[in-house]
């Protein structure tokens, strides 16, 4: 007579577990001209629940931001990278210190713009391996987004650096790689399983084969990328969720001249924050089905 019950049990309990799964949306702060007061106040009521954005580099902006953050109850990750301008061993010296300075605001996690594309794999190895160090030891997560010019340039090498270190973990931002590959990955799926299981927050900007932004998401010519990045991120997610009841994502678009522009007045084609407010309302619609 007990064996009905557990059907409508085991539902109930399905159910508490969707219901446990969510998404955590970071805005980013590229191209803000406003103070972090009224950015942090726009960030808050357009839904986001943090900020990413570059550590500020005096301490009057440190002290501005983390009033914002504590005023608006906003979390804020860390944006963070290797200096390309210097050679190696005072590239790492500075990557190393500057890393401590930031771990020490404990922020959500710390996305790494790490390496460069021109240093060699053992060399690029040796910051993922400081950074991996140090965020076991202060228990933050550091992440390393795909991104041209680094490290993580392409796909393929890519693979190499997470076989190599199995600690490693990514930023998942596709748009860089749908310029460096020139097409939208079609039929590289197998390829980028490991590179899906192995991102832990994503950039959710659209890219395409001939740039890393394109110029409105909202525009039909444009609905077969951005459906195609819509389909990489939610497998990414979904594959999250099982392990982890939180996935971090950062809205992306960025402004003039990554955002197109018109020629000689240098005009915006389109509207940056439109556009970021737009791709979240899309993943949430897409993780809701």
């Known amino acids: 007579m007990k064996i009905p019950l557990l059907l409508p049990c085991l539902l109930f309990s399905l159910m508490l577990q969707a219901q446990s799964k969510q998404l955590e949306f970071y805005q980013t702060d590229w191209g803000r001209q406003v103070s972090w007061d009224a950015f942090c106040q726009k960030v808050k009521a357009a839904g986001y629940h943090g900020v990413e954005t570059w550590f500020p580099s005096n301490e009057e902006q440190q002290a501005q931001l983390k009033a914002a953050l504590k005023k608006y109850g906003l979390k804020v990750g860390f944006l963070h990278g290797t200096d390309r301008a210097l050679p190696f061993p005072e590239a790492l010296t500075k990557y190393t210190k500057h890393f401590k300075q930031i771990l020490a605001w404990k922020p959500a996690y710390i996305n790494c713009h790490t390496g460069s594309d021109f240093m060699s794999f053992e060399q ?24 041209r010019g680094r490290f993580s340039y ?7 650096y997470l076989e190599a270190l199995p600690e490693l973990k990514l930023t998942l931002d596709i748009s860089h790689w749908m310029v460096v590959h020139e097409s939208l990955l079609q039929g590289k799926d197998t390829a980028l399983t490991q590179i899906l299981e192995r991102s832990h927050h994503i950039h959710a900007r659209v890219g395409h084969a001939q740039g890393p932004q394109v110029n409105d998401p909202q525009a039909p010519e444009w609905q077969k990328a951005v459906e195609r990045h819509l389909d990489i991120w939610e497998k990414t997610i979904r594959k999250k969720w099982k392990t982890q ?18 020629p000689h007045t240098q005009v915006p084609v389109a509207n940056q924050w439109k556009a970021n407010v737009y791709m979240m309302a899309q993943l949430k619609a897409r993780l809701q089905r």
Request: a negative charge; hydrophobic letters at 40%; charged letters at 20%.
């Open 245 to 262: 009841d939180t996935m971090t994502v950062t809205t992306e678009f960025g402004p003039a001249n990554y955002m197109p522009t018109l």
């Open 154 to 160: 392409n796909l393929p090498d890519t693979r190499a």
């Open 124 to 147: 690029n190895k040796a910051f993922l391996e400081a950074a991996i160090a140090l965020g076991k030891a202060e228990n933050v997560p550091i992440y390393h987004e795909t991104h």
